[in-house]
């Protein structure tokens, strides 16, 4: 057996490849979270700042998440994401590292950084948070068509509207849920109606945006129904607390969330069609301010608004834990790695979006894995 393999690799080292087992993939996008809570937990400079921020009780905050190290902080916070995604799965994106993820659009608001995860690339025309759709074929428009899927085999839920829009270049591509629709009656059931009821009662803190928990329950709803291929979860409420100033918030919903990411991937895990063959992808749109004065806010002139990180789980992904030394990845190659999960490809998606991220796999060395884009 040694030898048969050894042979194989010396004549086709793809042949030493296992064959992929990824038959869906759900994303999960988390509005604005920054490297500094995600590796680090609760940050030191902010723990340590006595400055109230509206009705912001950091004293609450710090019994519930501070801890003598980072390692301890970031389990606090989100024990799932540490204890059991990561171990079993990749996240980069920790520059303490040497594992860069940067958004590529200069821009470094929600929707351009939407439209470069959902296309590939940044697109020079999405210059800030407008509702407009894009022209671009986005990868979820590629895969319905390249799998020949009904529409309801794609699926996005949002808390936002901006998700809707930059999930398709055209209305009805497939299921698109804006912040506060209901589901077509034909795909509907009475727990969903339920759950689009309060999120219409229930207010959020911006009008724009409806309860992440709500859409989270609305997804987890469809997804066991229907069984999409492809699923993009978009939560926000990360970046209204962050806005608000309210850091004790933000870490209540980043461990809310991860309570939320803990039960899909068991809902995952239990179910036939999804056990084992199904990839979790979790990344942001954009990073924020380092700093205890500017960490509410982001944007081109704000250093750490480029900083993100991707984190992914799945059958075809080795339990390799945080990345190590690595070429930066971008933002856009995240539609590439979907698009070759599902044994699509990437080039025929789109020449121009960043390559598929050869960690995913455990595979490619420095020059494969490099991706073109700005540092
Ligand atoms: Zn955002």
Not at 222 to 245: C, E, I, T, V
Request: proline share 7%; glycine share 8%.
């Amino acid at each position: 057996m040694f030898r048969i393999v050894t042979l194989s690799v010396l004549l086709c080292p793809l042949l030493a490849i296992a064959a992929p087992r990824t038959e869906n993939v759900i994303l999960v996008t988390l509005d604005g979270v920054r490297i500094e809570e995600l590796f680090a937990g609760m940050d030191p400079a902010i723990a340590a700042s006595t400055a109230e921020d509206g009705y912001s009780d950091i004293e609450i905050a710090r019994e519930r998440y501070w801890r003598g190290t980072a390692a301890e902080r970031r389990m606090a916070l989100m024990p799932f994401f540490w204890g059991t995604l990561v171990p079993q799965g990749i996240v980069l994106g920790n520059p303490e590292l040497g594992s860069r993820v940067k958004v590529g659009n200069a821009i470094k608001w929600s929707s351009p950084g939407y439209v470069e995860i959902m296309t590939g690339a940044p697109q020079a025309e999405v210059v800030d948070n407008t509702l407009v759709r894009y022209p671009h074929r986005t990868i979820t428009e590629y895969i319905r068509g390249e799998l020949l899927l009904a529409p309801s085999k794609v699926a996005q839920f949002g808390s936002w509207d901006g998700f809707k829009v930059a999930a398709a270049s055209m209305d009805d591509a497939f299921v698109m849920n804006g912040a506060y629709e209901a589901l077509p009656p034909e795909l509907s059931t009475p727990d969903m109606d339920l759950f689009v009821a309060l999120r219409r009662d229930i207010q959020g803190l911006w009008e724009e945006s409806s309860n992440d928990v709500l859409t989270f329950r609305l997804a987890q709803s469809y997804l066991l129904r229907h069984k999409p291929r492809f699923l993009w979860l978009g939560l926000g409420q990360s970046d209204d607390w962050a806005h608000a100033a309210r850091y004790d918030r933000l870490l209540d919903y980043l461990h809310l969330s991860d309570r939320l990411l803990s039960e899909l991937w068991a809902t995952l895990q239990a179910d036939e069609t999804y056990r084992e063959r199904t990839t979790l992808i979790i990344t942001t749109d954009h990073g924020r301010g380092r700093g205890p004065a500017d960490w509410m806010e982001h944007d081109e002139s704000i250093p750490g608004s480029e900083d993100i990180w991707i984190a992914v789980i799945g059958p075809d992904t080795p339990a390799t834990g945080e990345a190590g030394p690595l070429p930066t990845v971008h933002q856009g190659d995240v539609a590439a790695t979907i698009a070759r999960l599902l044994q699509l490809d990437p080039e025929d998606f789109n020449p121009q979006a960043g390559p598929p991220i050869d960690a995913v796999w455990g595979t490619g060395d420095p020059e494969v894995t490099a991706s073109a884009g700005p540092d």
